[in-house]
């Protein structure tokens, strides 16, 4: 059964940082892209970042680019997102997702976690 598990979020002041962690089981994990989605109230779900587990190679949304850095932990089949200087604009649930293909495209990804919600108060 493939499981996501999200960790780390809660309320921060602008400025500040969190730790997202995604810790994947169920699946090769060497075999997927694991990405990193926010949904705001009334909003889209947006793609923030991924990572492909067999390259390394990662990609962010401009909003966050600068700001966030995605890695991956192999040995322990999970993803962080380590996000500073946050925002108030960066308030919402983060979700983890896993793939086959490495994209911000949300509507690509095959498999979820529950998410985890980020507050930034100004």
């Known amino acids: 059964e493939v499981q996501l598990v999200e960790s780390g979020g809660g309320l921060v002041q602008a400025g500040g940082s969190l730790r997202l962690s995604c810790a994947a089981s169920g699946f090769t994990f060497d075999d997927y892209a694991i990405g990193w989605f926010r949904q705001a109230p009334g909003k889209e779900r947006e793609g923030v970042s991924c990572?492909?587990?067999?390259?390394?190679?990662?990609y962010y949304a401009d909003s966050v680019k600068g700001r966030f850095t995605i890695s991956s932990d192999n040995a322990k089949n999970t993803v962080y997102l380590q996000m500073n200087s946050l925002k108030p604009e960066d308030t919402a649930v983060y979700y983890c997702?896993?793939?086959?293909?490495?994209?911000?495209?949300?509507?690509?990804?095959?498999?979820w976690g529950q998410g985890t919600q980020v507050t930034v108060s100004s």
């Open positions: 990572i492909s587990s067999s390259d390394g190679s990662t």
């Open positions: 997702a896993a793939d086959l293909l490495v994209t911000l495209a949300h509507y690509e990804y095959d498999y």
